[in-house]
T-cell receptor, first 114, second 113 residues
Framework: TQLLEQSPQFLSIQEGENLTVYCNSSSVFSSLQWYRQEPGEGPVLLVTVVTGGEVKKLKRLTFQFGDARKDSSLHITAAQPGDTGLYLC??????????????FGQGTILTVHP | DVKVTQSSRYLVKRTGEKVFLECVQDMDHENMFWYRQDPGLGLRLIYFSYDVKMKEKGDIPEGYSVSREKKERFSLILESASTNQTSMYLCASNGVTLNYGYTFGSGTRLTVV
């Protein structure tokens, strides 16, 4: 079973601060996705990164896939209260037929205080 | 608006009951998944299905079974509910390419008493 270690588990910051969430594994993934989940709802896809070393930006969010495709990071610049939520990373198996199966990290609960 | 619909948002069941959780998607997706979500543990895969009547065990299948008689519907069955199955259950689907990610339902919060 592939494992994804996500850190930190909790982040509580003030509006305007920057933050980074990390997702690490000893396994290689063919792609890695980041999701955001709000209370009472299912996770919603933010981004998919596929190529080692890839960097994608989504407004104030920057996503990076490690060169070896074993790790990823999510950086938020000037966090806002609307960024509050649970952030999940998820990796797709690099080998064999996996029918789109994802392995999820434990999640990071982000709270941004006004 | 495409979506995955889970039949119940909240359920309370008694220990030993047989419980059915229903999930329907309207995107003609091949793959469907059942996860349970617990604090600090993230999402753990219970079962998935890649075609009608096809199913595969995930990481924590014990105590659960599934049924996929039609492409759009994937049911999770708790044969004899136990208190340690109290959790948030999430259904998801995805199509041929994973790059578009999963589409999740809103979840069913199941409490077994």
């Amino acid at each position: 079973t592939q494992l994804l270690e996500q850190s930190p588990q909790f982040l509580s910051i003030q509006e305007g601060e920057n933050l980074t969430v990390y997702c690490n594994s000893s396994s290689v993934f063919s792609s890695l996705q980041w999701y955001r989940q709000e209370p009472g709802e299912g996770p919603v896809l933010l981004v998919t990164v596929v190529t080692g070393g890839e960097v994608k930006k989504l407004k104030r969010l920057t996503f990076q896939f490690g060169d070896a495709r074993k790790d990823s990071s999510l950086h938020i610049t000037a966090a806002q209260p609307g960024d509050t939520g649970l952030y999940l990373c998820a990796g797709a198996d690099a080998g064999g037929t996996s029918y789109g199966k994802l392995t999820f990290g434990q999640g990071t609960i982000l709270t941004v205080h006004p | 608006d495409v979506k995955v619909t889970q039949s119940s948002r909240y359920l309370v069941k008694r220990t030993g009951e047989k419980v059915f959780l229903e999930c329907v998607q309207d995107m003609d997706h091949e793959n469907m998944f059942w996860y349970r979500q617990d604090p600090g543990l993230g999402l753990r895969l219970i079962y998935f299905s890649y075609d009608v009547k096809m199913k595969e065990k995930g990481d924590i299948p014990e105590g659960y079974s599934v049924s996929r008689e039609k492409k759009e519907r994937f049911s999770l069955i708790l044969e004899s509910a136990s208190t340690n199955q109290t959790s948030m259950y999430l259904c998801a689907s995805n199509g041929v390419t994973l790059n578009y990610g999963y589409t999740f339902g809103s979840g069913t919060r199941l409490t077994v008493v």
